[in-house]
């Protein structure tokens, strides 16, 4: 009875791949639609994960197997241009004109990350020695040699926490989770390459909400020697010479702070991606006060959206890490089950 | 409590202090927090206790009278707060009270009623050359000096027109345009506020021994901007 059903997933990230996966297993059809060439989404831009410091490869690696293991349909450079429910079934229309009939959607559209040039006052892409946390691990990822614009090895590297984050002025409210661990992971990385740097992050607050985060926040202080600054940094300006200074207070001493830095690292928050803005005008989906897709229910039934039949997974639910898009993967496969086996039953 | 409140009442705050996460990117982005003991943060921090004791105390500090008002603060907020708001708050409530005269920078209002007041009132213009007086204003050095004691020649060569009727810059303001301002004034309780400062500066004149028996207060003054 099951083989019948057919559940159309877009977006073919780790949510996306790992849901339809698990809905494979339990006997449906699914066809999965990417918008981009390749699959995997933003895993495609990690090299290590925290918190144990795994190749993001190996999680590629995984998507790659089980999407041939299950033989699953994927129309890649696709996007979806139109939903249409008609009775209990959905007809959605592509980019490419194909009509896909469904029994459920499943939404996997993810996140982006936040513009680090909408905070001027920071600098990115007017000074060349201030990046952000993507084209740090891009760096690392890519094996080349990380040295400042002017080709030196950075002696003084500042981490400038919640880019992006709490922050009205950037219109987003929320706190983005991953930015934290994530400045902590890239601080010791930094530091083991360049064991006589000094390396600081500048916070608001540390939010290490994993056992394994809170040890590796520790290990940062005690094995890397990383300095952690409560205060916000106001502003980044550039040196003749290229290197930059940055202003901030050191909240706990009451002390405002000017520091001389080789190289500035901005770590960006998560914001709606573009799929998940889409979602909202063409499958009429609710979004919360922060531009995520809204959950029918917070505690009850995250995965169910403000249509029936249409399910959320992953980061376009808001953000979250990858350890947590594979249990809201599941969980949103499962919720589909539930949702296809009751409709069965009424019919 | 007591002092929370009217400084709520002002229609500044709601705009100044929402709520504050102590990031300290104000005080980070702040001019005078590089050259004063002064932090906006702590400033925001102490409101948000609204804790009476500690709210006076800020009225009658140095404290508040450190601010530049350049609104910096308020381009940088994560929360929308803007401290600058609040320092105009607590500034009118510590004029409003007295509390002013309690420290030294704060009972420089008074030197400032007297001198940019007056020549606002009586000239139209907040800063007239006739009121920055080298000995009062040491910071202005040797340049200054010369220009103030040669004001007529060098400003007729500089194309002014100080104190003359006529167009331009420095000229002398009609008696019916100062009469406008005087209403304003009037009106918007800027008068009221200036007799209220010169009220309670008297009084701490008095209180500090510095008043003569003709009522002049010279020594309050002179010490108010030097020493």
């Known amino acids: 009875m099951n083989t019948q059903k057919t559940i159309v997933t877009i977006g073919a990230g780790i949510a996306g791949i790992e849901s339809s996966v698990a809905l494979s297993k339990l006997g449906y059809r699914v066809i999965l639609v990417e918008k981009d060439k390749t699959i995997g989404g933003k895993i495609n831009n990690y090299y290590h994960l925290f918190p144990n410091n795994r190749p993001a490869v190996d999680i590629k690696n995984y998507m790659d197997e089980q999407c041939r293991i299950h033989d699953l349909t994927i129309y890649k450079n696709t996007e979806i241009n139109k939903v249409q429910k008609k009775g209990e079934r959905f007809s959605v229309t592509t980019s490419n004109d194909d009509i896909l009939k469904a029994d459920a959607l499943l939404v996997a559209t993810g996140f982006e990350y936040f513009n680090g040039m909408q905070k001027e006052e920071y600098g990115y892409k007017i000074y060349d020695n201030v990046i952000t946390s993507i084209d740090l691990e891009e760096k690392l990822r890519s094996g080349k040699q990380i040295t400042t614009a002017q080709g030196k090895e950075p002696k003084r590297i500042a981490f400038v926490h919640c880019v992006g984050s709490r922050d009205e002025k950037s219109g987003n409210h929320y706190c983005s989770r991953l930015c934290c661990i994530t400045g902590v992971k890239q601080a010791m990385e930094l530091n083991s390459r360049f064991p006589n740097s000094l390396v600081y992050c500048f916070y608001i607050d540390l939010r290490m909400y994993s056992m394994e985060y809170e040890s590796l926040y520790r290990s940062a202080q005690e094995k890397f020697g990383i300095q952690f600054i409560r205060g916000k940094v106001s502003e980044v300006s550039e040196n003749k010479e290229g290197t930059l200074q940055i202003k901030a207070e050191d909240t706990l001493s009451g002390r405002p702070l000017r520091m001389e830095m080789d190289l500035v690292v901005l770590l960006v928050g998560m914001v709606p991606g573009q799929g998940t803005e889409k979602m909202k005008s063409v499958a009429a989906l609710e979004s919360n006060s922060h531009g995520f897709l809204e959950s029918n229910d917070w505690q009850l039934h995250k995965n169910s959206s403000s249509q029936p039949g249409i399910f959320l997974t992953g980061a376009c639910n808001g953000p979250m890490s990858i350890d947590e898009t594979m249990e809201h993967a599941r969980s949103a496969a499962f919720e589909v089950h539930t949702y296809l086996q009751n409709h069965s039953k009424h019919e | ?227």
């Not at chain 2, 982005?29 to 009476?52: G, H, T, W």
């Not at chain 2, 409530?93 to 400032?112: C, D, H, P, V, W």
């Not at chain 2, 331009?168 to 019916?176: D, E, H």
Request: hydrophobic share 35%; proline share 4%.
């Open chain 2, 1 to 227: 409590m007591e002092l929370y409140n009217q400084l709520k009442s002002d229609v500044r705050f709601i705009e100044g202090l929402k709520s504050c996460m102590n990031c300290g990117v104000c005080t980070a982005i702040c001019p005078a927090a590089e050259f004063f003991d002064y932090d906006p943060r702590v400033l925001m921090s102490v409101i948000q206790s609204k804790d009476n004791t500690q709210i006076e105390e800020l009225l009658k500090s140095d404290t508040i009278w450190n601010c530049g008002q350049c609104m910096s603060c308020k381009t940088r907020c994560p929360r929308g707060n803007c401290p600058g708001l609040i320092i105009s708050v607590l500034r009118k409530l510590s004029q409003e009270m007295g509390y002013f005269t309690e420290s030294k920078k704060g009972r420089q209002q008074y030197a400032i009623v007297k001198a940019i007041g007056k020549t606002m009132l009586e000239h139209g213009y907040c800063v007239y050359p006739e009121i920055v007086v080298p000995a009062a204003h040491p910071e202005q050095g040797p340049v200054w000096e010369w220009v103030f004691n040669n004001k007529e020649a060098v400003y007729d060569r500089l194309g002014a027109n100080l104190a003359m009727e006529g167009a331009g810059t420095l000229r002398k303001i009609a008696t019916k345009n100062l009469a406008e301002i005087k209403a304003i004034f009037d009106q918007t309780g800027g008068t009221e506020l200036f007799e209220t400062i010169e009220n309670f500066s008297r009084k701490k004149a008095k209180g500090m021994g510095m008043m003569k028996e003709d009522g002049k207060m010279d020594n309050y003054t002179e010490g108010l901007m030097n020493g």
